[in-house]
């Protein structure tokens, strides 16, 4: 059975810097999608990157950054230059290559950012 | 509206009694999604439909549970009995096809007492 860990449960960063949010994940396809969701207090997820395992390159959504290591099955997401509004509930989830698109996800990771 | 929307967003049930939570998906979404969130957890997978077409109901978690999306566009989440494990955020989300990304809602609370 495919599943995603997140051993971060919470993280904290300055304004400005940099965070690392880190996710593992199993499964035994070859072809398959992973993203970053955000939660903030809202309850909205909102997608912030996605990543196709196909591809090798990392893919970027300006601030946001994946490193996405298929061996590894690890799939982190990098915040560059952290702003307020960044702070909230970070899921990562695997989609299920065939038949429904369901995804599957992570505990979360709640980040923090100080001013 | 452009998004998907749920109502209500919050509910609250005694014990025993059933419940209705309803969502809007975004117009001509073919996909929607019922998804359950403890407090503290992840979103944990419910139910899958195509249109009116319920194709995986694997995630529901007891027979108390039921969905439907009678016309292809609506969708309601009903629990029958309620019972105080069945407290979650419940999020519905919509795409337009099988491959593409799904928009979620901002969920409904459901507290029983």
């Known amino acids: 059975a495919q599943t995603v860990t997140q051993s971060q449960p919470e993280m904290s960063v300055q304004e400005a810097e940099t965070v690392t949010l880190s996710c593992t994940y199993d499964t035994s396809e070859s072809d398959y999608y992973l993203f970053w969701y955000k939660q903030p207090p809202s309850r909205q997820m909102i997608l912030v990157i996605r990543?196709?395992?196909?591809?090798?390159q990392n893919a970027t959504e300006n601030r946001f950054s994946v490193n996405f290591q298929k061996a590894a099955k690890s799939f982190s997401l990098k915040i560059s230059d952290s702003q307020l509004g960044d702070a909230a509930m970070y899921f990562c989830?695997?989609?299920?290559?065939?038949?429904?698109?369901?995804?599957?996800f992570g505990t979360g990771t709640r980040l923090q950012v100080f001013p | 509206g452009a998004g998907v929307s749920q109502s209500p967003r919050y509910k609250v049930a005694k014990r025993g009694q059933d419940v209705a939570l309803r969502c809007d998906p975004i117009?001509?979404?073919?996909?929607l999604f019922w998804y359950q969130q403890a407090l503290g957890q992840g979103p944990e997978f419910l139910t899958y439909f195509q249109n009116e077409a319920q194709l995986d109901k694997s995630g529901l978690p007891s027979d108390r549970f039921f969905a439907e999306r009678p016309e292809g566009s609506v969708s309601t989440l009903k629990i029958q009995r309620t019972q105080q494990e069945d407290s979650a955020v419940y999020l519905c989300?919509?795409?337009?096809?099988?491959?593409?990304?799904?928009?979620f809602g901002q969920g409904t609370r459901l507290t029983v007492v």
């Open positions: 990543q196709e395992a196909y591809k090798q």
């Open positions: 117009s001509g979404h073919v996909s």
């Open positions: 989830a695997y989609r299920v290559p065939y038949n429904t698109d369901k995804l599957i």
């Open positions: 989300a919509s795409s337009t096809q099988t491959g593409t990304e799904a928009f």
